[in-house]
């Protein structure tokens, strides 16, 4: 099983607000997600990117990902952006409006020439109709050489505007969201579900983060710090799932077992193929006590 790294929380916070990049030192969110695009005006990009590049470089934000969201690399922002995050070296790079794989073949071609370190990922945004359409062939970069491409980050709001749904909408966008974790699934990537706006609706949050993670999302994009504690509870297993995978693994560890491919246990039949996941559960648990939250 390759590393796990614990994505229940990914924050969201603009590049041009110091202040927040300061704070964001000692939230317990796993991912920090620094914003160049839509959330910094065009008169600020210069300046928000000179100050992003900068603390991505310091090494300053603990055990915590951190992950830059560029303008789209095809414009002089995005690579601008592209020149200088390669030598800052942030664990990954989100892309936005990603349509085809073209333009993540594009991306971590251009790295590489950069020299960005080999670690640095590419996340990619998952926002328009055509990028669901095209959503194997995009998360099938992860077999490209030059593909980087370690996670889909949902974009709910662009994809409800596009495709005329009314709102919530929520529930009409199920399907969209099970193409995109299919094609993830199948090129065992990751799969974020996208942000919840209304910082009111804490009761609405919460259900939001049940129904993502029920769909088997690995964590969920934030807006705000007040949202970290329920996505952290909602995406991370809790103290009986972890029980429970610690049956299931030392079930089928015992000698006479191990070469069974079902067995009973506590009053149920439990196949071999549970194993994995049991497995699963309890790196993913040890990861987030590594980091502390």
Same mark, same amino acid.
Request: charge should be negative.
């Given at each position: 099983?390759?590393?796990?790294?614990?994505?229940?929380?990914?924050?969201?916070?603009?590049?041009?607000?110091?202040?927040?990049?300061?704070?964001?030192?000692?939230?317990?969110?796993?991912?920090?997600?620094?914003?160049?695009?839509?959330?910094?005006?065009?008169?600020?990009?210069?300046?928000?990117?000179?100050?992003?590049?900068?603390?991505?470089?310091?090494?300053?934000?603990?055990?915590?990902?951190?992950?830059?969201?560029?303008?789209?690399?095809?414009?002089?922002?995005?690579?601008?952006?592209?020149?200088?995050?390669?030598?800052?070296?942030?664990?990954?790079?989100?892309?936005?409006?990603?349509?085809?794989?073209?333009?993540?073949?594009?991306?971590?071609?251009?790295?590489?020439?950069?020299?960005?370190?080999?670690?640095?990922?590419?996340?990619?945004?998952?926002?328009?109709?055509?990028?669901?359409?095209?959503?194997?062939?995009?998360?099938?970069?992860?077999?490209?050489?030059?593909?980087?491409?370690?996670?889909?980050?949902?974009?709910?709001?662009?994809?409800?505007?596009?495709?005329?749904?009314?709102? $919530?909408?929520? &529930? !009409?966008?199920? /399907?969209?969201?099970?193409?995109?974790?299919? #094609?993830? %699934?199948?090129? =065992?990537?990751? @799969?974020?579900?996208?942000?919840?706006?209304?910082?009111?609706?804490?009761?609405?949050?919460?259900?939001?983060?049940?129904?993502?993670?029920?769909?088997?999302?690995?964590?969920?994009?934030?807006?705000?710090?007040?949202?970290?504690? $329920?996505?952290? &509870? !909602?995406?991370? /297993?809790?103290?009986?799932?972890?029980?429970? #995978?610690? %049956?299931?693994? =030392?079930?089928? @560890?015992?000698?006479?077992?191990?070469?069974?491919?079902?067995?009973?246990?506590?009053?149920?039949?439990?196949?071999?193929?549970?194993?994995?996941?049991?497995?699963?559960?309890?790196?993913?648990?040890?990861?987030?006590?590594?980091?502390?939250?």
């Amino acid at each position: 099983m390759s590393e796990i790294r614990p994505r229940r929380s990914v924050l969201a916070m603009p590049g041009s607000n110091a202040r927040a990049l300061e704070k964001a030192r000692a939230l317990p969110a796993d991912v920090i997600l620094i914003d160049l695009e839509d959330g910094v005006a065009p008169e600020m990009k210069d300046a928000s990117r000179a100050r992003v590049a900068e603390a991505v470089a310091g090494r300053g934000f603990g055990r915590r990902e951190v992950v830059v969201r560029i303008n789209p690399p095809e414009t002089e922002d995005g690579e601008a952006d592209l020149e200088a995050l390669a030598q800052a070296g942030p664990d990954a790079i989100l892309v936005p409006k990603v349509r085809t794989s073209d333009t993540l073949i594009a991306v971590g071609s251009r790295l590489r020439r950069l020299g960005a370190p080999p670690a640095t990922r590419i996340w990619a945004m998952i926002e328009t109709p055509m990028a669901v359409v095209n959503a194997a062939e995009i998360a099938g970069v992860a077999r490209d050489v030059d593909g980087r491409l370690a996670a889909l980050v949902i974009g709910p709001n662009d994809l409800l505007k596009a495709a005329r749904i009314r709102p $919530p909408g929520r &529930a !009409a966008l199920v /399907p969209w969201l099970m193409t995109v974790l299919a #094609a993830a %699934r199948a090129y =065992e990537i990751e @799969a974020i579900d996208g942000v919840f706006t209304d910082l009111n609706d804490a009761a609405g949050f919460e259900a939001e983060c049940g129904q993502g993670r029920d769909l088997g999302f690995d964590g969920k994009m934030l807006i705000h710090p007040s949202q970290i504690g $329920p996505a952290n &509870a !909602a995406f991370g /297993p809790d103290a009986d799932e972890i029980a429970q #995978a610690r %049956r299931v693994s =030392e079930a089928f @560890a015992a000698p006479e077992n191990r070469e069974r491919g079902v067995i009973a246990l506590d009053g149920r039949m439990v196949e071999r193929l549970h194993v994995e996941a049991a497995r699963r559960t309890l790196a993913v648990a040890e990861a987030i006590a590594r980091l502390g939250a």
